[in-house]
């Protein structure tokens, strides 16, 4: 049998929840599939007061956040969650396949599809990289904050991004102890904020490092560190061993576009977010008609431009099924403005430049 | 290994229960992945891999990267890392592809 929803959210984060509130709250049945045990996606592990504008909940710890942005609609009989359902197909008829919970092939046939699959972190080549124990910064965070697991007893970081300074205060937080954190750039890329708890703690950051190799037979038991020269060559000579039982990867994340190549969007290539991502237009639809990206997936950036981008599809989405939402056009622009102010100034200069990359200048365009 | 005394987290485990891997009697709590489970237990290699038999084990604990896949109630490739924990479960380290039986 197939279902036929008028809105299939794929991904159940910031993104995919907020359009899931704009789309259920115009009245649209909607379901929306995540392959996670809770609904959430990266926040659920996040323990930290958040940045980023008030609108989007900066200040509030991230897993509180899921339940906010359901707390409209949760009780809305337009709205289906399915956990544990992975999306794992799109055929040229519109047909949506997932898999439920390990157990059953799915078949939906929207209206309408929002694709928030967010993205996965990416790692880097050393010997042993494959070695258990050596894991994403974001999987840690998952196992010590969701579950209350420790990873290990002291643990090496690899990337000074906000990612690996977050992630290495958390350890410190559940009683792991960091041995360093390692840093290709002559510079820390995170916010001064998480840098500067990481100094009070006295856990080193050592910049023009990297990672040589993981150490251990079955697991890891240490690592090799060394410097690295103007072309990132390890200098020879400055190797040194690291004590560690665990190694965590916060290099970066890879958005997980799969889908959208499946339904033949228009790609592009785009280092400022991490991969290939769909061309878009201002209302976050894509190159196939109905199909609309939102959140990390379009390009790697953080939860407040994933919760506008959510809603931003959502609106129009809701809009273009002919519901009727008051106040549309001024909605859509305020949000879109919102875009353009958390872009704004040298943090968000990346970010804009990616996004110029994947501009497809919409008709339907509003305002 | 759990962590306990979290400054700011509450951890809310489901029931405790128990389970098998590689046919020893282990315990951990309903509804955590089963991953979860054996890390608390010091289990870290899940797999070996199919090609060069090396060890593998948790990486991304969101379903997509294939590192974590064991044999569960003796169905292969289960992604452990998103797997709920049941009583009674039999887990055990995967070689290579896996079987069907
Ligand atoms: C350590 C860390 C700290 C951060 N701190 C901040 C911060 O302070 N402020 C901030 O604004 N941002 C922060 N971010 C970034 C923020 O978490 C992400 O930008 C945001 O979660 C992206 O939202 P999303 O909905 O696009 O994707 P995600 O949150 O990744 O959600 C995607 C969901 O889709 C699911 N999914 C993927 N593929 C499929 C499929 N095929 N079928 C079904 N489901 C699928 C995933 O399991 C996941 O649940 C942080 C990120 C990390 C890792």
Redesign the interface.
Known sequence: MIATPEVLIVGGGPAGLAAARETVGAGCDTVVLD???EPGGQLVKQ?HKFFGSEMEYAGV?GIKIPEILLREVSDSPKLKILL?T?ASGYYEDGVVTAIFQ?KKVLKFKPKKLIIATGA??KTILFPNN???????A??VQ????V?????G?RGLMIGAGNIGLIVSYQLR???IAVAAVVEALDRIGGYWVHASKIARLKIPILTRHTIIEALGE??VTGAIIAQIDDNWLPIPGTEREIECDFICLAVGLSP?SDLFRLAECEMVFVPEFGGDVPLRDTNMETSTKGIYVAGDVGGIEEASSAIIEGALAGISTAFSLGKNIPDYERRNRELRDELVSLRSGPVGEHIRSGIAKCRISAKTEVG | ???E?????E?K?GKKVGFTFEGEELSGYE???I??AL??HGV???RY?IRHN????????????S?CLMEVDGIPN?RV????LAAGMVVRRQRGKGELR
């Not at chain 1, 579950?147 to 990873?151: D, K, L």
């Open positions: 392959d996670a045990l323990t710890r544990r992975t390990d996965q972190e494959d070695m258990p124990g050596v894991y994403g974001g999987a998952t196992l010590m904050n579950y209350g697991v420790a990873p007893t937080q559940a009683g079955e697991n997980l | 290994m759990r962590i005394n979290h400054p700011i987290l951890f485990h509804g955590e992945p991953a979860a890390h608390d870290q290699v899940l891999s090396r060890p593998r084990g948790f990486f991304c604990a969101i379903g997509h990267c590192s289960v890392c998103t797997e709920p």
